[in-house]
């Protein structure tokens, strides 16, 4: 059975850059949508962003738009999270997941919708 593994997390200052990957291994990742989800000490699991198969369609929960980016490489069936100008909000553990059901164009992305997810990456952003 595929998996999924995040990485890239980290602790970093507040205003500072982390650059989270999303990689599968079993799987084929450009088959699917991917999204990337966080969860903070207390709280429930939320979406941050999402990418269709293509990469030509990204969506942002409005907390990240501007700081955050969400890409895909096809070739390193990988996904990446560019999260610049973080802040102590944003420490999380963040998972990625993927919908093998959504076809063209993404929006916002329910938890409770995705099919696969990985184990998380912690980010702790200090301040």
């Known amino acids: 059975q595929g998996q999924l593994a995040e990485s890239g997390g980290g602790l970093v200052q507040a205003g500072g850059s982390l650059r989270l990957s999303c990689a599968a291994s079993?799987?084929?990742?450009?088959?699917?949508?991917v999204g990337w989800f966080r969860q903070a000490p207390g709280k429930e699991r939320e979406f941050v962003a999402a990418i269709s198969r293509s990469g030509r369609s990204t969506y942002y929960v409005d907390s990240v738009k501007g700081r955050f980016t969400i890409s895909r490489d096809n070739a390193k069936d990988t996904v990446y999270l560019q999260m610049n100008s973080l802040t102590p909000e944003d420490t999380a553990v963040y998972y990625c997941a993927v919908d093998n059901k959504i076809i063209g164009t993404v929006g916002p992305l329910s938890p409770h919708g995705m099919d696969y997810w990985g184990k998380g990456t912690l980010v702790t952003v200090s301040s």
């Open positions: 079993g799987r084929t990742l450009s088959r699917y949508v």
